[in-house]
């Protein structure tokens, strides 16, 4: 579920200089509010007739966005840029790695791969120039550079992944309508977002909708709460180490993470259905709840995707909104956001492929692709005016405010743990067993691989 970045059953290949030889850029050098002087400048690197080949997970509709992109690149510097896309890039790109004969730049759709590939001596560090570009011009830029380093074969870390196309995963999505009626007001802070529970609850309401059904997949929603509660009651660090192990997932602070959730989904009175109606609801029918009349809920917490399973027809920005999954006052940790993303990396090293990481640096590369449809950045040099809609610039503005981003930790845990044992573990939770028993268990399924 959580991979399900791309679609398609085939490799495909296409030439991104192609399309801007015959003047397919979709927004003209000049027009419009995009920053040209970023793309202007470009043009003093000139590489022509330079084959830069990328490899990633795009295909369908996103495949087509990022090569408008590339273009840009290819028009400015003269490169000969070629974009292939496949729905089997995970394997496919260890396998041309191995053999040799791998892209100079790859796309992954998330850090682990990219970490083991590293390791393996497969990818070219950025260097350190572009680490300290990602820290001062992202938000959160420190974490975006954690998020980007790993070790080499000889132990030594570097930058090897520049991060480019986010999501966002901590938001509560809501009906304006119902909220003006009731005249609840958006939680500042989850003192706030707990008090509203208790108001809604007092009110007569039920504050909300959660389903963990999802097929062979089910429970994977309940991680995506577990992990949002471990970055708002412990710092940053402390993710990190539940992520990789380092802390068991029986350490206190995790169990107090999954009793967190337990706080919303545990009780009959919060959620539509009762308690016992969590894990056995399919996640795509637990919003729906939102737009029923009376409603059967308030609240909705999910990731950015989610209005593609609300009712037909619903607008979002009137029907429904969203706000940020808020952070505990009295913590001080600030406003982290849980997320994921796709990273470039060399692979294949060439002065064209480092060019192409520096025109990601620039703010046109962002702007071309965040005033189509689904696109994200972290970048503060942007123009955020120029996203599609204002539903793309409210997530924009959550990302530029965030404090810290991490990473959607169980696409980091072996896949044994991260898509099985708390999956189901998180189900037998919803269910009523003891976070302690639940923690024990996947920590064992953990043990049983190391």
């Known amino acids: ?41 470009l043009k003093k690197t000139q590489i022509k007739g330079e084959q830069v080949t990328v490899f990633g997970p795009w295909l369908g509709p996103d495949q087509k966005l990022v090569e ?60 350190q120039d572009t680490a300290n570009w990602v820290r001062d011009n992202y938000a959160a830029g420190q974490s975006w550079v954690d998020l980007g380093s790993y070790a080499n074969p000889q132990g030594k870390k570097d930058l090897y992944g520049f991060f480019f196309k986010v999501d966002v995963k901590s938001l509560v999505w809501y009906s304006p309508e119902n909220f003006a009626d009731a005249g609840y007001e958006i939680p500042k802070t989850m003192e706030d977002l707990k008090s509203l529970t208790e108001q809604i609850v007092a009110d007569g309401g039920t504050p909300w909708c959660i389903g963990l059904g999802s097929g062979g997949a089910t429970g994977w929603p309940a991680t995506d709460w577990v992990e949002d509660m471990m970055l708002r009651t ?16 029986t350490d206190p602070r995790v169990v107090d993470a999954i009793d967190e959730f337990g ?15 969590v894990a056995s609801t399919d996640f795509r029918d637990s919003p729906k709840g939102l737009f029923t009349s009376p409603p059967q809920c308030y609240m909705h917490r999910q990731a950015s995707f989610i209005p593609a399973f609300f009712p037909e027809g619903t607008v979002v920005g009137q029907d429904a909104d969203f706000f940020y999954f808020p952070s505990y006052a009295d913590k001080n940790l600030g406003n982290p956001v849980l997320g994921a993303g796709t990273l470039f990396a060399i692979t294949n090293d060439s002065p064209g492929a480092r060019a192409l990481i520096e025109f990601l640096k620039s703010p046109i590369a962002h702007e071309v692709w965040m005033a189509q449809q689904g696109f994200l950045t972290p970048f503060k040099g942007v123009n955020t005016s120029l996203y599609a809609n204002d539903t793309l610039r409210g997530l924009g ?5 965030a404090t810290t981003f991490r990473f959607d930790g169980s696409d980091l845990m072996p896949g044994a743990v991260g898509a099985g044992s708390f999956w189901t573990g998180m189900v037998d939770y919803a269910g009523g067993k003891p976070a302690e028993a639940v923690a024990a268990e996947i920590q064992a399924s953990w043990d049983a691989i190391k």
Not at 6 to 27: D, E, M, R, T
Not at 69 to 74: D, E, I, P
Not at 105 to 113: H, I, K, R, T, W
Not at 397 to 401: A, F, M, N, P, Q
């Open 397 to 401: 503005d959550i990302l530029l405010g």
């Open 1 to 41: 579920m959580k991979n399900m970045l791309y679609a398609g059953v085939a490799a495909v290949a296409l030439s991104a200089s192609a399309a801007s030889a015959a003047g397919h850029l979709v927004f003209t050098p000049g027009e419009g509010d995009f920053n040209w002087a970023s793309y202007e400048a």
């Open 234 to 249: 412990q710092p940053p660090e402390v993710y990190d180490q539940w992520v990789t192990n380092e802390i068991p997932f």
């Open 263 to 277: 706080w919303f989904a545990r009780n009959d009175k919060y959620v539509a259905g009762g308690s016992a109606a």
């Open 68 to 127: 408008s992109v590339l273009a840009y690149f290819a028009e400015a510097t003269g490169a000969d840029v070629k974009y292939t896309g496949s729905d089997s890039f995970e394997q496919q790109i260890v396998i041309d790695a191995e053999a040799g004969s791998a892209p100079n730049v790859a796309v992954f759709p998330q850090p682990g791969l990219a970490a083991d590939m590293a390791k393996r001596g497969f990818l070219s560090p950025l260097g």
